[in-house]
């Protein structure tokens, strides 16, 4: 088991009361082979949730068990290489890179974690290569790119540790098209031909309904649903989740109302595409 839940909760402490983030959450994750997108309204708790999972936060009741380890640790039980098996890149990139260079800023976990300047130097190299990083940046600030270029940078981060599992919190907000595009294929590709464990939060329901194969909904801390992309879109409730479906449904249901078109759930742009084509020759 890779990460496991159970009966999960966390508050916040405030000046007067505690603001409850998380509630009575039940939850597995399989350490290799999940594609999962974790949405909800703001304020439902999604980050705090996945900031259990490698335990940046630990929960006030219940227990967490990332590769075994339980969350809270015993007494001077060193959870810090849970960072290492479980890799979270932060909405906010800027967050994460602090170092003079590109290249010194991906090197930073893997030495962080006792790997030798050389071996850190040749994963920072791999992983920079992996998210599109030209040499020619290598020795260029982190803080005179762009926001995209520092998304990649902050990615790189994470993958030259070699996790197990990536979290990626938000990780196209405030890219182009072509960006998004470029960055949700990496991902892909890391989970298709390395079989890693992708977790990403999202707002965006083009992305969850095109890349991801389980999706988790929560709801004022509350875990209310967990269960395929398909299930979910065509929940009979599915309104009740406070969610807006994803722009192909949204034309498909259009066309069935207004064309007579008839609807069949497809989940990103191109089989939607492929579909209305096949529909208009029939």
Same mark, same amino acid.
């Given at each position: 088991?890779?990460?496991? !839940?159970?009966?999960?909760?966390?508050?916040?402490?405030?000046?007067?009361?505690? *603001?409850?983030?998380?509630?009575?959450?039940?939850?597995?994750?399989?350490?290799?082979?999940?594609?999962?997108?974790?949405?909800?309204?703001? #304020?439902?708790?999604?980050?705090?949730?996945?900031?259990?999972?490698?335990?940046?936060?630990?929960?006030?009741?219940?227990?967490?068990?990332?590769f075994g380890q339980?969350?809270?640790?015993?007494?001077?039980?060193?959870?810090?290489?849970?960072?290492?098996?479980?890799?979270?890149?932060?909405?906010?990139?800027?967050?994460?890179?602090?170092?003079?260079?590109?290249?010194?800023?991906?090197?930073?976990?893997?030495?962080?974690?006792?790997?030798?300047?050389?071996?850190?130097?040749?994963?920072?190299?791999?992983?920079?290569?992996?998210?599109?990083? /030209?040499?020619?940046?290598?020795?260029?600030?982190?803080f005179r790119i762009?926001?995209?270029?520092?998304?990649?940078?902050?990615?790189?981060?994470?993958?030259?540790?070699?996790?197990?599992?990536?979290?990626? /919190?938000?990780?196209?907000? #405030?890219?182009?098209?072509?960006?998004?595009?470029?960055?949700?294929?990496?991902?892909?590709?890391?989970?298709?031909? /390395?079989?890693?464990?992708?977790?990403?939060?999202?707002? /965006?329901?083009?992305?969850?309904?095109? *890349?991801?194969?389980? $999706?988790?909904?929560?709801?004022?801390?509350?875990?209310? !649903?967990?269960?395929?992309?398909?299930?979910?879109?065509?929940?009979?409730?599915? *309104?009740? !989740?406070?969610?807006?479906?994803?722009?192909?449904?949204?034309?498909?249901?259009?066309?069935?109302?207004?064309?007579? $078109?008839?609807?069949?759930?497809?989940?990103?742009?191109?089989?939607?595409?492929?579909?209305?084509?096949?529909?208009?020759?029939?």
């Amino acid at each position: 088991m890779g990460i496991q !839940f159970k009966d999960v909760s966390y508050a916040y402490k405030g000046l007067k009361v505690n *603001y409850d983030a998380i509630k009575h959450i039940n939850l597995n994750i399989k350490p290799q082979g999940e594609f999962i997108a974790i949405v909800g309204q703001t #304020g439902s708790g999604k980050s705090t949730l996945v900031q259990h999972m490698n335990a940046l936060l630990l929960p006030n009741s219940g227990n967490v068990v990332v590769f075994g380890q339980n969350l809270p640790p015993k007494k001077k039980e060193k959870i810090n290489y849970l960072r290492q098996k479980v890799g979270l890149v932060f909405q906010f990139p800027e967050y994460q890179l602090f170092e003079e260079t590109i290249l010194k800023d991906i090197m930073f976990g893997p030495k962080n974690f006792k790997a030798t300047h050389d071996n850190a130097l040749e994963m920072a190299k791999k992983a920079a290569s992996i998210v599109g990083i /030209d040499e020619s940046l290598y020795e260029q600030s982190p803080f005179r790119i762009s926001g995209g270029q520092m998304r990649r940078v902050a990615v790189a981060g994470i993958l030259a540790m070699e996790s197990d599992i990536l979290v990626l /919190d938000e990780p196209t907000r #405030g890219l182009d098209p072509r960006g998004r595009r470029d960055l949700m294929k990496i991902f892909k590709n890391l989970h298709e031909k /390395d079989g890693k464990t992708i977790i990403l939060i999202s707002h /965006d329901m083009d992305l969850v309904s095109e *890349y991801a194969k389980r $999706v988790i909904v929560l709801d004022d801390g509350k875990l209310v !649903f967990d269960g395929t992309k398909e299930n979910l879109f065509e929940h009979p409730d599915f *309104y009740s !989740f406070h969610l807006d479906l994803p722009t192909p449904l949204k034309i498909l249901k259009h066309l069935e109302q207004e064309a007579g $078109v008839v609807y069949q759930p497809k989940y990103d742009f191109d089989t939607l595409l492929n579909y209305l084509k096949e529909a208009s020759h029939e």
